[in-house]
């Protein structure tokens, strides 16, 4: 019984020893002196026959538990490193997971862009008439002086369907030499005056207009804008400041036209078919103020029936009329 105590008290400390190694826990442990297992085994005090089986058998039973108490030991060590490996390693994937499905990433390419500085360069079919109707609203509160410096018509594509009679082609004749002169005049308007007649602040939706151009020119901007008729496809009695041709330059007037035939020429189903009309605008990059107009409007002039003298009569008769005109604006 003494050998199987120190057995099993030898095998405790070992336990005990392995198990606080491989917890990295420091344990002061005092120095005990255990002498050889085989020195314990005295056979003077054995006795009997069976003394040389009896310590066999002892030593094989104590010394196989130390051996399942120090593997179960060991072992203890070896399924807690994987569980301290894996929790060290359970950031370090969830980290690099994490990084590209982070909002910051996916919200790069989504994010609105910035709002353009106020003089650079329209580049869109929107934002060009954004551009050209922001600066043409400045007109009226900032424009210190309107100028139009040339006016002029002349005869569109030589479009001129009167019929054969004498007497009505002499009073057209006469009626396109009071329209078509040109004249050079620098007259000094208002914003009311300024194309189109009667507009101070415009406004124009992408669908009014077939066409927007911006040019950089250095100092300014070039802007076009074109309206949506054509030479197949008129516009047909266009009103200032609404459809297309309304918001891009000067209109004919029925006034005009009646006014200047008196009372020689009766005109009946009197239509203005306007084909693609179009303005040019000079805007300072700086200011994003319009200096400068040029404004071209192509217009068929058409009278289901043109009565002259009473008696003569002429129906759907065509007159080509192109109004050209130049502004300038100072501030």
């Not at 009167?162 to 000094?188: A, H, W, Y």
């Not at 071209?296 to 050209?324: M, Q, R, W, Y």
Request: glycine share 6%.
């Amino acid at each position: 019984m003494k050998i199987k105590k120190v057995i099993a008290l030898t095998a405790a400390i070992a336990a005990l020893l392995s198990t606080a190694s491989c917890v990295t826990i420091k344990v002061d442990v005092p120095a005990i002196n255990v002498p050889a297992i085989s020195n314990l085994y005295d056979p003077d005090n054995a006795g009997g026959a069976g003394s040389s089986e009896a310590p066999a058998s002892d030593n094989s039973a104590e010394t196989q538990a130390p051996s399942q108490d120090e593997t179960a030991a060991g072992e203890q060590p070896a399924t807690q490193a994987p569980a301290t490996q894996g929790s060290s390693e359970t950031p370090a994937t969830q980290a690099p997971a994490e990084a590209p499905t982070k909002a910051p990433a996916g919200e790069a390419s989504t994010k609105a862009p910035e709002k353009p500085a106020a003089n650079s360069k329209p580049s869109t079919k929107e934002e060009i008439i954004n551009y050209y109707v922001t600066a043409y609203n400045k007109i009226a509160t900032e424009g210190k002086k309107i100028t139009r410096t040339y006016d002029n018509t002349t005869n569109y594509k030589g479009i001129v369907k009167i019929g054969d009679n004498d007497r009505i082609k002499s009073l057209c004749e006469t009626l396109m030499k009071q329209f078509m002169k040109p004249n050079n005049d620098v007259l000094t308007k208002t914003a009311k005056d300024l194309p189109p007649v009667g507009v101070t602040k415009l406004s124009i939706s992408p669908s009014q207009i077939s066409s927007a151009v911006c040019n950089d020119k250095g100092s300014y901007y070039e802007v076009i804008l074109k309206s949506t008729g054509t030479d197949s496809n008129y516009e047909i009695d266009s009103v200032a400041g609404k459809g297309s041709a309304g918001v891009i330059g000067p209109l004919l007037r029925t006034e005009d036209v009646t006014g200047a035939a008196g009372s020689l020429i009766k005109f009946e189903g009197l239509h203005a078919k306007y084909a693609t009309c179009t303005v040019t605008a000079k805007i300072d990059k700086a200011s994003g103020h319009i200096t400068d107009f040029v404004f071209n409007s192509p217009c068929i002039l058409h009278f289901d029936k043109v009565t002259a003298f009473i008696a003569i009569k002429v129906e759907n008769c065509d007159l080509g009329l192109l109004f050209e005109q130049k502004w300038s604006v100072a501030y």
